[in-house]
C-alpha cells in the first residue's frame, strides 16, 4: 500500500524553520543506529538543519543509502560501519569523526536491539544481558568516549528512549528495565557532565508510524477483514492528536535538544507520543 494513505509527516513549514532559522548550522552530528526509519529521519533532518552527519551502524549498505540523503541536501556524511557493542569499533568511530570533521556538537545514541519480549518471571536472563548491552552499556560506552570532543564544543547527547517508560503492561518489563536504565544514565550523566558544559537528555517516543508498525496494521487490517485505515484509526484514538508520530516529527525533537534551542535544559526526558502518555 502507498505510504501516502494517512499522512507523510513532512510539513513544509517545518521544514522551512529548520533551513531557515540554521539550527545546526556549522555542527557536526553523530548519529548511532541509523536504519530506514528513526536513525534516518535524525541523520536527514539534522542535515536540512545544516549540520554535517557521522552515520554510525552495522550495515555499510544502509548507511551509503542514507549518505547519499545527506550529500544531495549539500552536507558531508561521513559513513563509518560501526558495531558500538565493540570497544575497538566504537574508538574507530570517535577517531574517524574527530580526525575527518573536526569536531563533535551533538551524539544521538539511536541504537536499539529488542529485548525478550515475554514476563520477568519466565524471561532468560542471557537474553536481558543480551539487550542492556546494546541498549545501556553501548550508549555509555559511546558517550564516555566522545567527552572529550563534546567537551570542547560544550556539545549535547541525545538518548532515544521509549515510552515504556509510562506503563507495565505485561511482556514488557524486560523492555522497560533496559529502557529505565537508559534514562538513569542519561540524568546521572547530565549531572557529571554538566560541568563541562555537556547536556544530556532523552526523547521517547511511543508509536513511530513507520515500516514495522505499517506492516504490522497491514497484518491486523487482513486477519480481521478491515482497512489499515481502520487499523490506524483505532490505534490513534488513544492518543489525544489522534494521530501517530512519523520519524521525521520526532527527530524534529531530538534536534531541538541536539540544538542551541535547548542550551539550558539537560537531564530532561521529553515524551513525544501525541498525547497518548502524561508525564
Known sequence: ???TRIGTGHDAAADAALGGAGLLTGKVVVVSGIGPGLGRSIAVRAARAGADVVLASRTEKRLDKVAAEVREIGRKALVVPTDITDEAAAENLVRRTVDELGRVDALVNNAFAIPPITDLVTVELDGVRAGFETNVLAA????????????EARGSVVMINSAV???SRRTFGPYK??????LALAQSLATELGPQGIRVNSVAPGYIYAGNLKWYFDYQAEERGITHEEV?????ETTDLRKLPEPD???DAVLFFASPLSRIVTGACLDVNAGE???
Open 1 to 3: 500500500m502507498s505510504d
Open 177 to 182: 528495565m533496559a529502557k529505565a536504565s537508559l
Open 140 to 151: 555509555l560506552r559511546l558517550t564516555r568516549l566522545f567527552v572529550p570532543a563534546l567537551a
Open 249 to 251: 516529527e520526532i527527530a
Open 165 to 167: 517508560l509510562r506503563h
Open 277 to 279: 502518555f502524561h508525564h
Open 232 to 236: 490506524y484509526a483505532e490505534t490513534a
